[in-house]
């Protein structure tokens, strides 16, 4: 079946830039969803279709996709942002949803 | 505002069946899709199964599961209470999670774009 791997945590200062990678075989060849998840609350979707953001979400989260490579890139770090991160993408074989493991963010 | 609430008994005996309903407010089941999601403490998010109501399909109430729990999960649609339910029989320890409830919407992709707050569900004799 197919899988979506991320790592376990990231860091981050204040102000600076976040970068969560996931990663998947062809991953560039489907569409890959972000979701934010902050300690005690459900998911929210913060990026869609790669790069696309609901109404509501910060231009500061943006998205890229190529490769074997997604990537969820937060500018300008805030406190607020501190969350785990969920990769999503479509398993066709399986016709079903595959969510990557998560990625907690620390801003310190 | 649209809104999604999870209900149903947080304790299920080993074994037994695991029964809960998403009821949704402020808005229509139609033309969206349904989905369950469920998270172990501590670890990441695992889809169970969607139901179709007009959102992708022209014919409404198609399931699709999760393959590795596809021989244990029935999903149901209710439009006349606006709810829908999930049901995974056979549970054990391994089926205690956070259940979701979850929306689907072509103004997003068909991703999840409106969640339920979350029921925690144990199994445990």
């Known amino acids: 079946s197919y899988e979506l791997t991320q790592a376990p945590s990231v860091s981050v200062s204040p102000g600076q830039t976040a970068r969560i990678t996931c990663s998947g075989d062809k991953l560039g060849d489907r569409y890959v969803t972000w979701y934010q998840q902050r300690p005690g609350q459900s998911p929210r979707l913060v990026i869609y279709?790669?790069?696309k953001r609901p109404s509501g979400i910060p231009e500061r989260f943006s998205g890229s996709n190529s490769g074997n490579t997604a990537a969820l890139t937060i500018s300008g770090t805030q406190a607020m942002d501190e969350a785990d991160y969920h990769c999503q993408a479509w398993d066709t074989r399986t016709t079903s949803v595959i969510f990557g493991g998560g990625t907690k963010l620390t801003v310190l | 505002q649209v809104q999604l609430q999870e209900s149903g008994p947080r304790l299920v005996k080993p074994s037994e069946t695991l029964s809960l309903i998403c009821s949704v407010s402020g808005g229509s089941l139609s033309g969206h899709d349904w989905n369950w999601i469920r998270q172990p403490a501590g670890k990441g998010l695992e889809w169970i199964g969607r139901?179709?109501?007009?959102?992708?399909?022209?014919?409404?109430?198609?399931?699709n599961y999760s393959p590795s729990l596809k021989s244990r999960v029935t999903m149901s649609l209710d439009t006349s209470k606006s709810q829908f339910s999930l049901n995974l029989i056979s549970v054990t320890a391994a089926d205690t999670a956070m259940y979701f409830c979850a929306r689907e919407s072509a103004e997003t992709g068909y991703q999840f774009d409106l969640w339920g707050q979350g029921t925690l569900v144990t199994v445990s004799s």
């Open positions: 279709q790669d790069t």
């Open positions: 139901l179709y109501n007009g959102g992708r399909m022209y014919n409404g109430g198609g399931t």
